[in-house]
């Protein structure tokens, strides 16, 4: 499915605006599915010597094949290290990793998240999956990207379970909880638009918009109050090169991006 007919689907878009974020030279906890997309198409641009860390121990691969997940052998090709689970989590601990990629079934204005339970917690509605090792991708990792879809059930005044935290009730709540100075939240993508957190409040604001998309839109989609930066920009659609990269060499049969 297109995106309002411009020739590249939300999904790529996605992976596109995530990719753009990982500088060269830095290190990423990886995620499956779009966080895989994202790193890869980062690695075959503008950040060849981006390291790639796999939470079951593949460290430094040169990705050439999408990974069906991060168990997939596919994640050690050429690495630097088949390590374990146990040594990549204490890397983002040691405070080694600079960006963690998160999804999150629900999120609140502080960038808390929850992928636990929807529903009180002894008798929810629905039980998730979990944490997994999002909490200490969340709790170590420099910076934090989430990628999720937006809509009112999901961009929440109080998330039902804080599975990972984010900025918790504000600023210096995380210092006060131990977690170490400067880490958190970073940005948080949406088939909507693009956010960051406003320093002085550390609350989710709106900083770009998808082609398309209003910000009344965005602010419909969201229980609590979106702050909204000074200037929203655009964000960029997807070139051709990277199009090319996503369908061709990333993602072909489109397991993630769909056709």
Same mark, same amino acid.
């Given at each position: 499915?297109?995106?309002? !007919?411009?020739? =590249?689907t !939300? @999904?790529? +878009?996605?992976?596109?605006?995530?990719?753009?974020m990982?500088?060269?030279?830095r290190?990423?906890?990886?995620?499956?599915? +779009?966080?895989?997309?994202?790193?890869?198409?980062?690695?075959?641009?503008?950040a060849?010597?981006l390291?790639? $860390?796999?939470?079951? !121990?593949?460290?430094?691969?040169?990705?050439i094949?999408?990974?069906?997940?991060?168990?997939?052998?596919?994640?050690?090709?050429?690495?630097?290290?088949?390590?374990?689970?146990?040594?990549?989590?204490?890397? @983002?601990?040691?405070?080694?990793?600079?960006?963690?990629?998160?999804?999150?079934?629900?999120?609140?204005a502080h960038?808390? $998240?929850?992928?636990?339970?929807? !529903?009180?917690?002894?008798?929810?509605?629905?039980?998730?999956?979990?944490s997994?090792?999002?909490?200490?991708?969340?709790?170590f990792c420099?910076?934090?990207?989430?990628?999720?879809?937006?809509?009112?059930? /999901?961009?929440?005044?109080?998330v039902?379970?804080?599975?990972?935290?984010?900025?918790?009730d504000?600023?210096?709540?995380?210092?006060?909880?131990?977690?170490?100075?400067?880490?958190?939240?970073?940005?948080? $993508?949406? *088939?909507?638009?693009? =956010?960051?957190?406003?320093e002085?409040t550390?609350?989710?604001?709106? $900083?770009?918009?998808?082609?398309?998309?209003?910000? @009344?839109?965005?602010?419909?989609?969201? *229980?609590?109050? +979106? +702050?909204?930066?000074?200037?929203?920009?655009?964000?960029?659609?997807?070139? /051709?090169?990277?199009?090319?990269?996503l /369908?061709e060499?990333?993602?072909p049969?489109?397991?993630?991006?769909?056709?």
């Open positions: 499915m297109t995106d309002g !007919g411009r020739g =590249y !939300g @999904a790529e +878009l996605l992976a596109c605006v995530a990719a753009r990982l500088e060269d030279g290190s990423v906890f990886v995620g499956t599915g +779009l966080p895989m997309v994202a790193s890869m198409l980062a690695q075959h641009t503008h060849p010597n390291l790639l $860390i796999f939470e079951a !121990g593949g460290v430094g691969p040169q990705m094949a999408l990974p069906v997940s991060v168990g997939d052998s596919r994640t050690y090709h050429r690495g630097m290290a088949a390590s374990s689970m146990h040594d990549v989590m204490s890397a @983002a601990q040691a405070g080694y990793v600079d960006y963690g990629f998160l999804g999150a079934a629900q999120i609140d960038g808390n $998240i929850n992928t636990s339970v929807i !529903g009180p917690h002894h008798a929810p509605r629905a039980r998730l999956p979990g997994g090792g999002a909490n200490d991708l969340g709790s420099h910076r934090t990207i989430i990628v999720m879809r937006q809509d009112a059930a /999901r961009f929440v005044n109080k039902d379970f804080v599975t990972t935290p984010g900025y918790l504000g600023p210096g709540a995380r210092e006060r909880a131990g977690l170490p100075a400067g880490s958190g939240p970073y940005r948080v $993508i949406t *088939q909507l638009g693009l =956010y960051d957190f406003e002085e550390k609350r989710l604001r709106l $900083i770009a918009l998808h082609p398309g998309v209003t910000a @009344a839109e965005a602010q419909r989609n969201s *229980q609590f109050e +979106l +702050l909204v930066a000074g200037h929203v920009s655009e964000t960029e659609p997807p070139t /051709r090169e990277e199009l090319r990269i /369908r060499v990333i993602d049969t489109g397991s993630v991006l769909g056709k």
